[in-house]
C-alpha cells in the first residue's frame, strides 16, 4: 500500500527471494502489514484499481469528484473511487466477505480458466500450419551463418550473443517435414494475381539443379514450400508478416506485433518504451495511462510525450459532458453573435452567448482541477509548461 500511495504509484507484489517483503527495489516495506487490494483489469493496457477496506462509515456509491478529476480526500472520502471498489463493497456488505477470501476466490476461478485456455492454446498450436509441418521463425542473419536463433522472449532481439534486432525484415520462417527431417527455408508467397489453383515445384529443381530464374522464381523450390504456400492461399494469409503474426497467436496468444513496437530508436540506440517489463520489476506506473515505466528515462520519456498529456486533460468519459465548442481562451461574449452579425462561426475566438462562456469557465475550471491534481500525483513533469491547445490554462498559474 505504501508503494501503491507513493507519489507516482508504484506497483510492488512480494519480493521473490522473502515473501514477507515487497518487490520495491529499494525500500522493502512488510508485505503483512503493508498489503492493499488491488483489482487488475489486463487490456489494450494494465490497469489497477484499489479497493479500501469497507467500513461503517463507507457509503454505496460512487464519489462524484474521483470520476471526473480525481477526489482530494483521497482515502479519507467515504464514498467509492471506482465501480469495481462500489462492487465488492456491496459484495461485502451483503456477503460479510474478506479481502482475503476474495483473493482465494479469484485465485481459484483464474487457475481454472487459465487450464481451460492452456488445453485451448495447446489445441490451437497442433492445428496451425500443414499438418505434415514443422514451422519455426528464426533470425535471418544467424541462419545465414548457419545457426537457429528465435526472438528473445521480449521480442526485441534475438537469441544469439550478438543479439540482432528481432524487425521484419530480419526474420525468416523455416519448415520441417515428416519425410525430410531437415530446417528449410521458405520464401514469401508469390503476390501475383490471380493465384494459381494450385503450385507448381520448379522445374530445375525438379531436376535436381539450382533454379536459373534471374528473378523471383514463382514455382516452389521444394515440397514444404509448396505444401506452406497452399496452406496460406487456403487459409488467406496473404504474406509472411501475416503469417508470423498468426503463428504467434499459436504459440502464445496475446503476443502480437504491437508488442514488437513498444520501444524506438533514440540517437541510434533502442528506448525500451512502458509496459516492456511491466510484470517483472516494481516501478512507476501512470494510472491515467495504465503503463509502468522500470526506469527514470522510460517515466520522463512516458509523462513529457504528447499522448500521455492528452490524456492528462481529456478522457473518454468527459466527451459526453459539453454541448459547446472548446474555449479558445478568450473568455468574453462576441458582441457582433449579439448583434446577429458574426460571419466567423467556429472559427470566432469569442464566446457566441452566455450559456457558450458559462460552459467554458466550467470547462476551464475542471481543467485545471486535472491538471492539479496529475501535478500532485507527479505525472507532470515540475519543469514541463507546454500542454499544447490547453497552455491557456497556465495563465491563472502562479
Not at 36 to 47: F, G, M, Q, Y
Not at 151 to 169: L, V
Not at 316 to 325: A, K, L, S, T, V
Request: proline share 4%; charged share 30%; net charge positive.
Amino acid at each position: 500500500m505504501v508503494c501503491f500511495d507513493h507519489k507516482p504509484r508504484i506497483i510492488s507484489k512480494t519480493n521473490k527471494d522473502d515473501p514477507s517483503l515487497c518487490s520495491h527495489p529499494v525500500t522493502k516495506h512488510d508485505f503483512e502489514t503493508h498489503k492493499c487490494l488491488v483489482h487488475i483489469l489486463k487490456d489494450n493496457t494494465v490497469r489497477y484499481s484499489k479497493i479500501r477496506p469497507l467500513s461503517p462509515q463507507s457509503q454505496l456509491d460512487l464519489c462524484r469528484h474521483e470520476v471526473r478529476y480525481g477526489c482530494v480526500r483521497e482515502d479519507d472520502c467515504f464514498y467509492a473511487h471506482s465501480l469495481i471498489e462500489l462492487k465488492v463493497w456491496m459484495m461485502q456488505h451483503e456477503l460479510g466477505i474478506t479481502h482475503e477470501s476474495i483473493v482465494q476466490e479469484a485465485n481459484k476461478y483464474w487457475n481454472a480458466t487459465a487450464s481451460l485456455q492452456g488445453a485451448q492454446f495447446s489445441n490451437a498450436q497442433r492445428r496451425f500450419g500443414p499438418p505434415n509441418l514443422k514451422m519455426m521463425f528464426v533470425c535471418g542473419q544467424c541462419w545465414r551463418n548457419g545457426q537457429l536463433s528465435e526472438a528473445d522472449k521480449n521480442k526485441k532481439y534475438c537469441t544469439a550473443k550478438a543479439r540482432h534486432t528481432w524487425a521484419k525484415d530480419k526474420r525468416v520462417v523455416l519448415v520441417s517435414s515428416h519425410e525430410r527431417k531437415k530446417w528449410t527455408t521458405v520464401r514469401p508467397r508469390p503476390s501475383k494475381k490471380p493465384i494459381p489453383a494450385q503450385f507448381e515445384i520448379c522445374m530445375h529443381v525438379t531436376a535436381g539443379k539450382k533454379c536459373q530464374y534471374i528473378g523471383n522464381c514463382t514455382f516452389a523450390h521444394s515440397v514444404e514450400e509448396r505444401d506452406l504456400w497452399t496452406y496460406m492461399k487456403e487459409n488467406n494469409i496473404p504474406d509472411m508478416d501475416q503469417l508470423y503474426e498468426q503463428w504467434l497467436q499459436s504459440q502464445k496468444p496475446g503476443w502480437g506485433e504491437e508488442m514488437s513496437n513498444n520501444s524506438f530508436r533514440e540517437n541510434g540506440k533502442q528506448i525500451h518504451m512502458p509496459t516492456d517489463y511491466a510484470e517483472e520489476v516494481a516501478g512507476n506506473h501512470c494510472w491515467l495511462c495504465g503503463k509502468n515505466c522500470n526506469s527514470e528515462k522510460q517515466w520522463q520519456q512516458h509523462i513529457t510525450s504528447e499522448k500521455h498529456k492528452e490524456r492528462v486533460f481529456n478522457s473518454e468519459d468527459d466527451q459526453n459532458c459539453w454541448q459547446y465548442r472548446f474555449p479558445t481562451g478568450t473568455f468574453k461574449v462576441c458582441e457582433r453573435f449579439l448583434k446577429g452579425t458574426c460571419t466567423e462561426d467556429d472559427s470566432c475566438k469569442l464566446a457566441h452567448g452566455e450559456q457558450e462562456l458559462k460552459e467554458w469557465m466550467e470547462r476551464r475550471e475542471f481543467l485545471l482541477m486535472k491538471l492539479a491534481k496529475a501535478r500532485k500525483d507527479h505525472l507532470i513533469a515540475p519543469n514541463d509548461n507546454d500542454f499544447g491547445k490547453y497552455s491557456f490554462l497556465l495563465k491563472d498559474i502562479k
